[in-house]
């Protein structure tokens, strides 16, 4: 019966990575590309697995077709490309284009979880093994790209996820470059790290970015070289150099790696709803803090991410009893 009832999709289970592929038979891209077939070893769904990769449902980076295809670009080390993945029948189905179609195709098992080990999670609660079960193909993507992580995550730096995700496509939009390929309408690779540096205030301003995350983003990508050499290291590691940027801290460098690296064990902390979230899901406390929510997560030790994306997924959170938080535009001012 796993899988067979889909929960529908929340503000909470949409942090989780859920993002809805439509079931369908997918069709061969028009335009030739490079191709390659793969079969994973387990159940595997596409919208869980690649979900954390989308920025908002306007991400000019990703697109998740009625067909049950889901494109995404990336700027690689070769060059740009665009990817297309399907799966039917038990096969996953690449189709890749531009310079880093290549690339692309390589790493596709590790963007679709291969280097992942669902089997290495034991659930200690309920709530969580009910998560686990209704979830078969959850499996943690490996992107081994930094930056396209790294900068989406600076710029939902100490806002709402709506003001971050306006300011990501239109800064995307703007500067980026059109996406490689027969893609869908408007989709776009993002701007290299010398894009990203000559982008003026003005742009900034009107794309609601506040000065403090601006200039994160510039130093980042003045060492951006140094920082995609990050994926090489173990997690850890790897935060231990992105947190050398000012302005870098171990919210936005778990959320990275999160992605880049598949890192099972970094689990975000100094989130504003993710502590009280686990608490009340494993120990009815809304009012859970950091240090609690590490404590709750002990017997995840290893696996605490994975642990923290299934108590997103299960949909189970606190009642509200304030406000949203504010939404302030910049650009405005």
Same mark, same amino acid.
Not at 178 to 207: D, K, N, Q, T
């Given at each position: 019966?796993?899988?067979?009832?889909?929960?529908?999709?929340?503000?909470?289970?949409?942090?989780?990575?859920?993002?809805?592929?439509?079931?369908?038979v997918p069709r061969q891209a028009a335009g030739?590309?490079?191709?390659?077939?793969?079969?994973?070893?387990?159940?595997?769904?596409?919208?869980?697995?690649?979900?954390?990769?989308?920025?908002?449902?306007?991400?000019?980076?990703?697109?998740?077709? /009625?067909?049950?295809?889901?494109?995404?670009?990336?700027?690689?080390?070769?060059?740009?490309?665009?990817?297309?993945?399907?799966?039917?029948?038990?096969?996953?189905?690449?189709?890749?284009?531009?310079?880093?179609?290549?690339? $692309? $195709?390589?790493?596709? /098992?590790?963007?679709?979880?291969?280097?992942?080990?669902?089997?290495?999670?034991?659930?200690?609660?309920?709530?969580?093994?009910?998560?686990?079960?209704?979830?078969?193909?959850?499996?943690?993507?490996?992107?081994?790209?930094?930056?396209?992580?790294?900068?989406?995550?600076?710029?939902?730096?100490?806002?709402?996820?709506?003001?971050?995700?306006?300011?990501?496509?239109?800064?995307?939009?703007?500067?980026?470059?059109?996406?490689?390929?027969?893609?869908?309408?408007?989709?776009?690779?993002?701007?290299?790290?010398?894009?990203?540096? $000559?982008?003026?205030?003005?742009?900034?301003?009107?794309?609601?970015?506040?000065?403090?995350r601006a200039s994160t983003i510039l130093r980042?990508?003045?060492?951006?070289?140094?920082?995609?050499?990050?994926?090489?290291?173990?997690?850890? *590691?790897?935060?231990?150099?992105?947190?050398?940027?000012?302005?870098?801290?171990?919210?936005?460098?778990?959320?990275?790696?999160?992605?880049?690296?598949?890192?099972?064990? *970094?689990?975000?902390?100094?989130?504003?709803?993710?502590?009280?979230?686990?608490?009340?899901?494993?120990?009815?406390?809304?009012?859970a803090d950091d240090a609690l929510m590490l404590?709750? $997560?002990?017997?995840?030790?290893?696996?605490?991410?994975? *642990?923290?994306?299934?108590?997103?997924?299960?949909?189970?959170?606190?009642?509200?009893?304030?406000?949203?938080?504010?939404?302030?535009?910049?650009?405005?001012?």
């Open positions: 019966m796993a899988g067979r009832f889909a929960p529908r999709p929340t503000r909470t289970t949409v942090r989780g990575g859920h993002v809805p592929v439509p079931p369908g030739p590309g490079r191709v390659r077939a793969w079969v994973p070893d387990g159940p595997l769904d596409l919208g869980l697995v690649l979900g954390p990769l989308r920025r908002g449902p306007g991400d000019p980076t990703f697109r998740a077709m /009625p067909d049950g295809s889901v494109w995404r670009t990336s700027r690689t080390p070769a060059g740009p490309g665009t990817l297309r993945v399907a799966a039917y029948g038990g096969e996953v189905r690449g189709e890749a284009w531009g310079p880093g179609a290549e690339w $692309l $195709l390589e790493r596709l /098992p590790g963007l679709l979880g291969a280097e992942d080990d669902p089997s290495a999670f034991a659930p200690r609660h309920r709530l969580v093994a009910l998560a686990r079960h209704r979830r078969p193909g959850l499996r943690l993507t490996r992107t081994g790209l930094v930056m396209e992580s790294l900068i989406p995550s600076i710029l939902e730096q100490k806002v709402t996820t709506d003001e971050a995700y306006r300011a990501w496509r239109l800064l995307v939009r703007k500067f980026g470059e059109p996406a490689p390929g027969p893609a869908p309408e408007r989709m776009c690779v993002v701007p290299e790290p010398r894009a990203w540096a $000559l982008i003026p205030s003005w742009e900034w301003h009107r794309a609601g970015v506040d000065n403090k980042a990508v003045r060492v951006a070289a140094r920082l995609e050499q990050a994926v090489g290291m173990e997690p850890a *590691a790897a935060q231990a150099r992105l947190e050398v940027v000012p302005g870098v801290g171990p919210w936005t460098s778990a959320e990275t790696v999160q992605r880049s690296h598949g890192a099972p064990d *970094a689990v975000t902390v100094g989130d504003l709803h993710l502590p009280g979230i686990v608490g009340w899901a494993l120990a009815g406390d809304r009012d404590e709750l $997560l002990e017997p995840y030790a290893g696996q605490r991410h994975r *642990a923290a994306r299934l108590i997103l997924l299960s949909g189970r959170t606190p009642p509200r009893r304030v406000p949203k938080m504010p939404k302030w535009d910049i650009g405005l001012l």
